[in-house]
């Protein structure tokens, strides 16, 4: 019943799925789902409930204490990625949590072990000095957000496309080393050509290439 | 009529807004706005249309000739979550194109914007040479799409929450220096400890801290 409900809010949202609809999905009666779930919201609920315990369970098959914790973060957010790809508990529940302001979002449920690996990582070096724990975080937040953004564009209409996960390693990859130039520079590799500010160093201050500066 | 029907979606989703809902919002009667917009997809497509327009006209009030163009996607990228926390036509749009996968999506309407001038950073020698414009292109869609979701959790329960643009920054700036050690360590910054796999090399492989190598 769960299973049924899980995917049913996952493919019309929470407004648009009625228990009725579940109901017959599940080969159950109205009554016999009504007898566990008296309201379409204790139903969402659980199926959010299901959503978390599935995350929780994958990710704790993930973390040991030999994987350095930045690596264990990488690690973590593309095993969200592969269960956003095959359980639909978890899509159910990210769309719900969307849908459902008020109710316990899945972000909530492993966004505090990141936090701790990511502090871990800071103490450890290995972050930059100048880039808080909790900015990154926020970038995983971010990141988990485009994945599974990508992945509903994709369900939608392009089924041939690459999975959320291959991507978000390409991603990754980006946000490990930066986008910009100038540090690669630093480095002694030499560009075809040279953009405005290239003369002033690479440091805490804005970054040369685009002027943006870490913010608070 | 647009501007009452955009509220309505975005606040409801498409399957949950009816046309009498919009009608009685608006103050029209039904007949008036069924005779513009026969059906609630008509009306659907023509608020999503609305949120590109507002988008377009938008970023092209910024894009000069003389502003480096990383620099230029970023401003760019900005606006845009400055105009999904301004304009419910905006918001709309993107929750639209969610919620309606065959319809025309808001971000094709303005990452073929992004993407040339991702390619012009990168033959500016704005970008890494390691890092292609098509990468950095997917990196922009999952922040843009993680400012969204931030914004909806935001809206959701959390009123007194940091704006999604100020957020961004600081999520672009990791992005662009990068948030891994190795770089900085090679630059001479010493860091209180070391972790496992600091005696390799960076440059092209994978991130010895991470091990996480670019794919494709």
């Known amino acids: 019943m769960i299973k049924a409900a899980a995917e049913e809010f996952d493919r019309h949202g929470y407004d ?10 599940a080969g159950l009666s109205i009554g016999a789902v009504a007898f566990h779930f008296p309201s379409k ?10 959503g978390r315990s599935v995350t929780l369970a994958a990710l704790s098959r993930l973390a040991t204490d030999s994987t ?18 095959e359980e639909p508990s978890v899509r159910s529940a990210i769309r719900l949590a969307r849908e459902r302001p ?23 070096g290995q972050l930059r000095t100048d880039t808080l724990p909790a900015d990154v975080t926020m970038l995983v937040e971010h990141l988990t957000s485009g994945a599974e ?13 690459e999975s959320a996960v291959a991507q978000l390693k390409r991603v990754w990859y980006l946000a490990l080393v930066g986008v910009s130039a100038d540090e690669a520079l630093l480095l002694g590799r030499p560009r075809p050509t040279t953009g405005p500010g290239r003369e002033q160093q690479a440091g805490s201050g804005p970054d040369p290439a685009t002027g943006v500066k870490p913010v608070g």
């Open 68 to 85: 350095p914790p930045l690596r264990l973060v990488i690690d973590l957010t593309l095993e969200l990625a592969r269960l956003m790809e």
């Open 41 to 50: 919201a204790q139903l969402a609920d659980a199926v959010q409930q299901e």
């Open 149 to 161: 953004a990508y992945l509903r564009r994709r369900m939608g209409s392009h089924p041939a496309f």
């Open 102 to 124: 008020d109710a316990e979002s899945w972000s909530d449920a492993w966004l505090p072990m990141v936090r701790g690996l990511l502090d871990r990582a800071y103490e450890d």
């Open 16 to 25: 648009a799925t009625s228990v009725a609809r579940i109901s017959a999905v």
